[in-house]
């Protein structure tokens, strides 16, 4: 039996702060209940994940619903790698997850780590943080 195919529109929204923007490489897995994406890189093209820029990617992959948690990390390559993630959220026609972080993933800033663990919240709030 072929697994169904689901499109997901996953959407990064960079901090509106001093040095924010990252030009390093950007990657998602996407953790759900019936299985995982492998890592994929976010790139659709434009200059993406620049300071308070909102940047929209889509992916078709196996349904995984419900999703319970994104890895989301970069490459630390560029000038100025550093980058600081807001919030992500994937949707698709029927759900719709948030992952906020509101924190650097960085080498050189607070805890210095470019990969971060993020658990899907159905709250677009974002009462919470990585």
Request: net charge neutral; charged share 25%.
């Amino acid at each position: 039996q072929v697994p169904f195919k689901k499109l997901y529109t996953i959407t990064t929204i960079t901090g509106d702060i001093r040095g924010a923007g990252t030009d390093a490489n950007v990657f998602i897995t996407v953790f759900g209940k019936k299985g995982r994406t492998p890592k994929i890189q976010l790139s659709n093209g434009s200059d993406t994940f620049e300071r308070g820029q909102t940047d929209l990617f889509k992916i078709k992959t196996n349904n995984l619903d419900p999703i319970q948690k994104i890895r989301i990390e970069h490459d630390n390559s560029g000038f100025g790698p550093g980058w600081h993630l807001d919030k992500v959220t994937i949707s698709s026609e029927d759900s719709k997850y948030y992952f906020h972080c509101n924190n650097w993933l960085a080498d050189d800033v607070g805890d210095k780590q470019v990969v971060r663990d993020i658990a899907a919240s159905t709250d677009p709030s974002g009462a919470s943080a990585c």
